[in-house]
């Protein structure tokens, strides 16, 4: 479970670890909308968790965001089972896609990016 901060996502990510995000604040929750959307998700984003000024329409889908404990309830108990079934394949498969990926990239046009920037 992670945040979905520039920090958690990528690092989980890059060791091939599907997630299940609860977005807290700031970048948090575009993240989460991006790494949870289709065609090809490597998270479960929770919902229901959010609170405050967060209650109402999700980013990226028609899920009313109530913020109780009830709905929050509910919606942990789905995204377990979901994980635990077809899903998880799915998720499982796009998150060492997307490790693999990056490992290419830290490799060689990440690193050359990176001596670039030094550079300027």
Request: proline share 3%; hydrophobic share 45%.
């Amino acid at each position: 479970m992670a945040i979905s901060s520039l920090t958690s996502t990528p690092t989980s990510l890059s060791k091939g670890i599907l997630l299940i995000i609860w977005p807290a604040a700031g970048e948090q929750a575009l993240n989460a909308a991006f790494f949870s959307a289709e065609p090809n998700p490597v998270a479960i984003e929770l919902f229901q968790v959010h609170t405050g000024q967060q209650i109402g329409l999700s980013l990226h889908t028609d899920a009313k965001i109530t913020g109780t404990l009830e709905d929050a309830s509910k919606e942990f108990k789905a995204t377990f089972a979901a994980v635990r079934e077809a899903r998880d394949g799915v998720l499982r498969t796009n998150a060492e896609k997307m490790a693999s990926t990056l490992r290419e990239a830290h490799a060689g046009e990440a690193s050359d990016e990176i001596v670039r920037l030094a550079r300027f």
